[in-house]
């Protein structure tokens, strides 16, 4: 996998596709990209999909003849899932990969004031387990629900106080980062 030191400058120059793991993932993106909150506008996005494996992506989206750089943008919760691009295109389709580890349920603990509470039981339960048991969010995983429960400046100001208060690796992206 092809990987940049500073993506922010492709992200802002390139065609973005857009690879979501999950339903609250692709919620995010898209409310963020509608709200005009990321390093990359609606204008730029090929599309957002759910597909997650480079195989499936290569067949649907690389296989053209693009006039413009595009950059593969993976929006995920774990570090050790694979994504090789096949020697044909891992040269022509950069990938940055943007983690909401360890889920994106932790957006929704923040949101609530949670974290410190969440901190002393991460052990042992989930976050999407402590959204539904300790925030009574029971739909937490929802389109429907979570459609209704975010907009764009709740997710921000979240994704801004994850980036703060988690203890990323050296060089790993978090929604935060593609933010204006």
Known sequence: MQRTSDPLPLLETSHILVSCEGAMEQIAINKLLEAGALVFSADQVIDITRKRKASEIQEEYLRYEYDWPVCIVRVLDSLRERFKLGSLYSSRFPVVSVYTRPEIEMLAIIRNGCFADYAKVKSSVKPSQYCKDVLGLRRIKS??????????????????????????????????DILK
Request: net charge negative.
């Open 143 to 176: 389109s429907e629900f979570l459609d209704r429960y975010w907009d764009a400046e709740s997710l921000g100001e979240a994704a801004k106080e994850y980036r703060r208060l988690a203890h990323l690796e050296k060089g790993e992206l978090c929604l935060a």
